[in-house]
């Protein structure tokens, strides 16, 4: 090879280098996800009870915190399936959650003991997503469906007439398949459920997916078109009740699937809930400035009474009538004949 090609394949190859960075840093500076963007992905994953227990004023504040390297387990409501799902889509560790921020636990919802309300409507302006209906020295009421289970009404309840009540289950859990008493053992990984399947599902894994609360697994492996027929039962040779862990799972995921219903009826209620506040407080703010704008104009005027003068002559009112009281009472009275 002639050397003026070697020298020009020398020269070719830093060029080409630079150029492949160039291209790669183009694209880096596009491509990336902007963090409005990412806090809005990180708000959608959210359970959106806008309780407050992240210790941020809703679910997007915390969405935002989280997009700029916030910690991302301070949310009870959405517990170890939330963390799960956030660690997937920012590329991080999964933690467990920080319980200086509360406990995982079933959802509730807030009860008003009707009988013992005052109509105070406290709890009214505390709800997030305007889940209580009522008026003043009338009685509340909660629109169950819509209740996030926050506890933002519960505090400022002057009567403390508000629950806050678990809510229940659809359905109980089944019995077992089998009738005989046995004991189950540990999984032989032999497959054999996977054969005795007459839906073509794969029990095996099902089962750890199942164990272990994974419902990204149980959805991907279609644990839903699992009819139940108690087949893998009975052809498990460590007699183990697949079926009961496969009701508990298919309950699970139905589950989830309410949680992220109620998310995205929630969230534009608070949005909503948001928008009145700001609306009634620049109305009152508005109201305020016209008062006192109507105050100083009646000062101003000629001949117009300052509040001090106001307040001494009505002072006076008052200590005249006590006296033309007194005066009545002293009087000698007519005696009758």
Request: aromatic fraction near 2%; include cysteine.
């Amino acid at each position: 090879m002639p050397v003026t090609s070697l020298i020009a394949a020398g020269l070719l190859l830093p060029v080409l280098a630079l150029a492949a960075c160039a291209v790669l840093a183009l694209a880096a500076r596009h491509l990336r996800t902007e963090p409005r963007l990412l806090a809005d992905q990180i708000n959608a994953l959210l359970p959106q009870t806008q309780c407050g227990q992240c210790g941020h004023a809703g679910c997007k504040p915390y969405a935002e915190f989280i997009a700029g390297g916030g910690a991302i387990n301070r949310c009870p409501p959405g517990g170890a399936t939330t963390i799960a799902r956030l660690a997937t889509l920012l590329g991080v560790e999964r933690q467990p959650l920080d319980a200086t921020h509360g406990t995982e636990g079933k959802r509730k919802v807030a009860h008003i003991r009707e009988a013992e309300c005052i109509g105070c409507t406290k709890c009214i302006q505390a709800c997030p997503v305007d889940a209580i209906l009522g008026s003043a020295r009338h009685m509340h009421t909660v629109i169950v469906s819509e209740c996030t289970g926050c506890d933002l009404c519960v505090e400022p309840c002057p009567v403390d007439c508000i629950d806050m009540i678990p809510v229940t289950a659809d359905c109980e859990p089944a019995p077992p398949v089998r009738d005989e008493v046995t004991t189950a053992r540990a999984c032989k990984r032999c497959g054999l459920c996977n054969d005795a399947c007459p839906v073509k599902l794969l029990p095996q894994q099902l089962y750890w997916h199942a164990r272990a609360s994974d419902t990204d697994g149980m959805q991907a492996l279609r644990l839903p078109d699992c009819i139940e027929c108690g087949a893998c039962d009975w052809a498990c040779p460590s007699h183990i009740a697949l079926t009961d862990h496969f009701r508990a799972g298919k309950q699970q995921l139905r589950e989830l699937a309410e949680r992220r219903s109620l998310a995205v009826r929630w969230r534009p209620r608070f949005e909503a809930h948001q928008s009145r506040m700001a609306r009634d407080q620049a109305e009152q703010e508005q109201r305020r400035l016209e008062r006192a704008a109507l105050a100083a104009t009646q000062q101003s005027a000629p001949g117009a009474m300052t509040a001090q003068d106001a307040v001494a002559a009505a002072l006076a009112r008052v200590q005249a009538k006590k006296a033309a009281k007194a005066a009545q009472s002293q009087a000698p009275q007519d005696k009758p004949a």
